[in-house]
C-alpha cells in the first residue's frame, strides 16, 4: 500500500515534442503529489506539484494531471526542450510518510 | 548562502573508518530530511528530525548515527560501513511535513 508506481523507466523525446511519464498510487491517504526534477551531480528539486482536490494545475511547459478515481497521476512537458533532459522522480506524501516513484531518465534529442 | 548545503560532496572511507556527513539549511525550515540514493531503486528515507526531534527512523543499522543539534544543522555520523551502503545520500529539508523539499546536492559516499 505503501508503493508508487513509476513508468516508463527511461523516455526519449524529439525537441519539441510532449514528454509523459506517469505514476501510480495505493494508499488513498496521500495528499499532496509533488514532482521533482534531478540532473547529474545534484539533488532533486521540486518542480510542481498538486493536491487531491484538483485535476490539472500547469506551471508554464509542465502539468499535473490527476485522476482520483484511478489513483494516477501523470507529468507532461510540453515543447520538450534538450535542457529537460534528467531524472524525474514522482512522490506522494500524507502524514509522515513520503513515498518516491523509481525516476523516469528523460533524455531530449537536439 | 541560501539553500541547503551538505559537505563533503564526495567520500571515500575504510569499512573500519568512522566518518561524518554535515548538512546545513538556510531557510528557516522546521523539518530535516536524511535520504539514501541506489541506482535503479526508490529514495530511501532514513531519519526524520521535526523541531530537532527525530520522529522516524526507518529501520537503518545503527551504523548510522543521526545527529540535529539544532534546526539548522543536521549531521550523519557513519562507522564500521560495509560496501553496500556506498551510494548518494542526501539531506532535505521542508517547512512541515507533507510539503515539498529543498534537497542539497548530496555526498557521494563509496565504502572501500
Known amino acids: 500500500q505503501q508503493q508508487v508506481k513509476q513508468s516508463p523507466q527511461s523516455l526519449i523525446v524529439q525537441k519539441g515534442g510532449i514528454s509523459i511519464i506517469n505514476c501510480a498510487y495505493e494508499?488513498?491517504?496521500?495528499?499532496?503529489f509533488p514532482w521533482y526534477q534531478q540532473f547529474p551531480g545534484k539533488g532533486p528539486a521540486l518542480l510542481i506539484a498538486?493536491?487531491?482536490?484538483?485535476s490539472e494545475k500547469k506551471e508554464g511547459r509542465f502539468t499535473i494531471s490527476f485522476n482520483k478515481s484511478a489513483k494516477q497521476f501523470s507529468l507532461h512537458i510540453m515543447d520538450s526542450q534538450p535542457g529537460d533532459s534528467a531524472t524525474y522522480f514522482c512522490?506522494?506524501?500524507?502524514?509522515?510518510?513520503?513515498?518516491f516513484g523509481t525516476g523516469t531518465r528523460l533524455k531530449v534529442l537536439a | 548562502e541560501t539553500g541547503v548545503t551538505q559537505t563533503p560532496r564526495h567520500l571515500v572511507m575504510g569499512m573500519t573508518n568512522k566518518k561524518s556527513l554535515k548538512c546545513e539549511q538556510h531557510?528557516?525550515?522546521?523539518?530535516m530530511y536524511w535520504y539514501k540514493q541506489s541506482a535503479k531503486k526508490p529514495l530511501e528515507l532514513m531519519f526524520v528530525?521535526?523541531?530537532?526531534?527525530?520522529?522516524e527512523n526507518n529501520s537503518v543499522p545503527s551504523r548510522f548515527s543521526p545527529e540535529c543539534p539544532n534546526s539548522s544543522h543536521l549531521f550523519l555520523h557513519l562507522h564500521t560501513l560495509q560496501p553496500e551502503d556506498s551510494a548518494l545520500y542526501l539531506c532535505?529539508?521542508?517547512?512541515?511535513?507533507?510539503?515539498?523539499?529543498?534537497f542539497g546536492s548530496g555526498t557521494r559516499l563509496t565504502v572501500v
Open positions: 532535505a529539508s521542508s517547512q512541515d511535513h507533507g510539503y515539498g523539499y529543498t
Open positions: 494508499n488513498t491517504a496521500f495528499d499532496y
Open positions: 498538486i493536491r487531491p482536490d484538483v
Open positions: 512522490a506522494a506524501t500524507g502524514t509522515y510518510k513520503y513515498i
Open positions: 531557510l528557516g525550515h522546521n523539518a
Open positions: 528530525y521535526s523541531l530537532e526531534e527525530r520522529v
